[in-house]
């Protein structure tokens, strides 16, 4: 077994939440849970009891629940969930009315701005009033073009409460971006910023929302709050109005549709860069209930908690974040660069609001280590109790870097799951020691397993990641797929009626998990499986190196590691840094490992949520197209990909 980084006390461990679920289990059921493993076996076993469980311990708002909790069990695809409930997803996360802080609202320009619960219900109840005055109804889509702002949080809140479907993108995607989206939803309304600011610059988005409004089909009204500008003109755009001239004046109280169990709630978006985005339809009590069990049992999320997330809008740890109004606690909303307009910005941020939860990426930290920044010591994070991290695999050394310069007593959850699931598979346990490098859990509720080429399950082996059960918050399926089958062959085709999530994935002997990469970027070089993120970190160890992708290159017959780097300004990659790496990552992995090639970039390319394309630059490498380059933060990073000598020899 393995040496826990952070083992929680006796006495934090009986305070949480999970722990009292544990002892209503006992008390109502009369089985005995000693540990997290024992609780997890029983939420399998029992699927039914432990939901219906859940909604009574989260106390669900709803007209009704029904007698029926689930509906053909053995369907995956096809179970059904609370199938006589009628619910309303923005009734829960309003369910708050007083003068605690819901929402504070920050940019890296410094702007601060605060919205109470209450004063949160009555801005949803004008926009809400609005909406519905310009024909959104149940199942209408609204869209949102927008920054990290509280118009965001209200908007989808608005659209919630009438049962229509929200969906959103960040402000950065380019014209032919956010109509591969939005182009297939065909929604009622647009709500836009007229900008938004990075890095210190401010970038007007106006012309890019005219041609977008010009090319929506359908549109009743483009509404647009101010961002950059007090009073933005908005004359050049399409049925623009201004926010506050669209609100409406007298609508003080909110009417929530009650609704069932599976009314649509959003539209979120495969990132990939192989075809246009997959539109991904999510349920409205199913993502209510899971973010509810993740928030409050695996993040032991309460109403004194300040939560934050670093996310935009485009990225489902935005939805993610947003339902912690449901547990009543505050939110902390930032929208601009991390490092702007200082390395330790987010850090300052964190001291100053009192921030409790701290979520971010696994990128992320490793750059704070990479800058030398020491926030335990440089900040006083005293309010501090959990660090979460997602997007990618959290290296080793991260762990050790949150343990030694951020603060020594926390719960650091490496957190994994998606946009296709709105949630987590695998994530973190407040009664569950840490270990480096491991996923502490997989979620209450979950069967989630690790199968080999044959679907047998694999221990401390590498494999699919996969849940073998159906899951409350599993999609509705895609928009405009009327048979269900690009839905089937998206997760299904692999392992008939077995979710298969596309991770190349191990469970330890600790019963943790460890992500060893995406399974479409799995390395093979002599036909052996490597996970990228085995080397990524190994690479991170090399002081010189800031960030690193790696690809396998089909060459004579074969497959071939090849590793790019990004390194620190005014360093070149040369004979005895490319020896260091190697060194490096055959001493603390394999010779397999082992890249054939290693080549110096000025950039990487990335998704808009940060995370590194491989299967992109592959492409680029093997001379085939990149298909949605818009999907891309930078698609001009691929250029430098194509036609290497390098890697013609």
Not at 246 to 252: C, H, M, P, S, T
Not at 307 to 336: I, K, P
Not at 343 to 359: C, K, N, S
Request: charged share 25%; glycine share 8%.
């Amino acid at each position: 077994m393995a040496t826990p980084v952070w083992q929680p006390s006796p006495e934090a461990i009986a305070a949480t939440q999970m722990t009292d679920l544990m002892r209503r289990i006992e008390d109502a059921h009369g089985d005995t849970l000693g540990d997290y493993g024992a609780l997890h076996a029983w939420s399998l076993a029992h699927p039914e009891a432990f939901w219906s469980l859940l909604w009574q311990t989260f106390d669900i708002v709803a007209e009704h629940r029904g007698e029926r909790v689930l509906v053909d069990p053995e369907a995956m695809p096809g179970a059904r969930w609370f199938p006589d409930a009628r619910l309303n997803f923005a009734a829960n996360l309003l369910r708050r009315r007083d003068d605690h802080p819901a929402l504070l609202a920050l940019d890296e320009r410094g702007r601060r701005r605060t919205l109470s619960y209450g004063e949160l219900y009555r801005q949803v109840a004008r926009l809400a009033a609005a909406l519905r005055a310009s024909g959104v109804t149940r199942g209408e889509r609204v869209a949102g073009l927008v920054p990290n702002a509280e118009q965001a949080v209200i908007a989808m809140l608005a659209t919630a409460s009438l049962g229509a479907v929200w969906s959103s993108c960040s402000p950065d995607f380019g014209v032919q971006g956010v109509l591969d989206r939005f182009g297939q939803i065909a929604p009622r309304v647009l709500i836009a910023a007229d900008g938004y600011t990075w890095n210190g610059k401010a970038i007007d988005i106006r012309p890019r929302l005219a041609r977008v409004a010009e090319a929506l089909e359908g549109l009743a009204a483009v509404v647009v709050f101010p961002f950059l500008d007090d009073r933005p003109e908005l004359a050049d755009i399409p049925g623009a109005v201004a926010w506050d001239d669209f609100l409406a004046e007298d609508a003080d109280t909110l009417a929530f549709a009650s609704l069932p169990f599976d009314q649509p709630l959003y539209i979120l978006y495969s990132s990939g860069t192989t075809g246009t985005p997959k539109c991904i339809v999510h349920a409205a009590g199913g993502t209510l209930l899971q973010h509810l069990k993740e928030h409050r049992l695996h993040t032991d999320l309460g109403a004194d908690d300040v939560f934050f997330y670093y996310t935009t809008c485009g990225w489902m740890m935005w939805n993610w974040l947003v339902s912690g109004l449901a547990s009543g606690a505050t939110l902390v909303l930032f929208d601009g660069a991390p490092f702007a307009p200082s390395p330790d910005a987010l850090w300052a941020m964190a001291e100053r609001e009192g921030v409790t939860v701290f979520g971010t990426s696994a990128r992320y930290l490793a750059a704070c280590e990479k800058e030398g920044l020491a926030p335990g010591r440089d900040h006083d994070l005293s309010r501090l109790r959990a660090v979460l991290s997602t997007g990618s695999a959290l290296a080793h050394e991260s762990f050790d870097y949150v343990y030694r310069d951020i603060q020594t007593d926390l719960l650091l959850a490496s957190i994994s799951g998606g946009t296709d699931i709105v949630s987590c598979f695998a994530l973190g346990c407040p009664i569950r020691p840490v270990y480096r490098g491991q996923l502490q859990c997989r979620g209450l509720g979950m069967a989630v397993d690790v199968l080999d080429d044959d679907g047998r399950p694999l221990r401390e082996a590498k494999g699919e990641l996969v849940c073998t059960r159906p899951f409350p918050a599993m999609p509705l399926g895609f928009w405009n797929d009327p048979d269900g089958r690009r839905y089937h062959d998206a997760y299904f085709a692999t392992y008939p009626g077995i979710w298969a999530h596309g991770d190349l994935a191990e469970i330890t002997a600790e019963d943790g998990l460890i992500i060893h990469g995406r399974s479409d970027a799995v390395l093979n070089p002599g036909g052996v499986r490597i996970g990228t993120a085995e080397i990524y970190r190994q690479v991170e160890k090399v002081e010189e190196v800031l960030e690193s992708l790696c690809i396998g290159q089909q060459w004579q017959d074969d497959v071939r590691v090849v590793l790019f780097v990004r390194l620190r300004e005014g360093l070149t990659l040369d004979d005895a840094l490319r020896q260091s790496i190697r060194d490096t990552i055959r001493a603390n992995a394999t010779p397999r490992h082992v890249p054939a090639k290693i080549l110096q970039v000025d950039d990487l390319p990335r998704t808009r949520s940060g995370k590194l394309v491989e299967l992109a630059v592959r492409s680029v490498v093997h001379g085939q197209p990149v298909k949605n380059r818009e999907a891309l933060a930078n698609p001009e990073a691929l250029e430098a990909f194509r036609d290497l000598p390098e890697l013609q020899r």
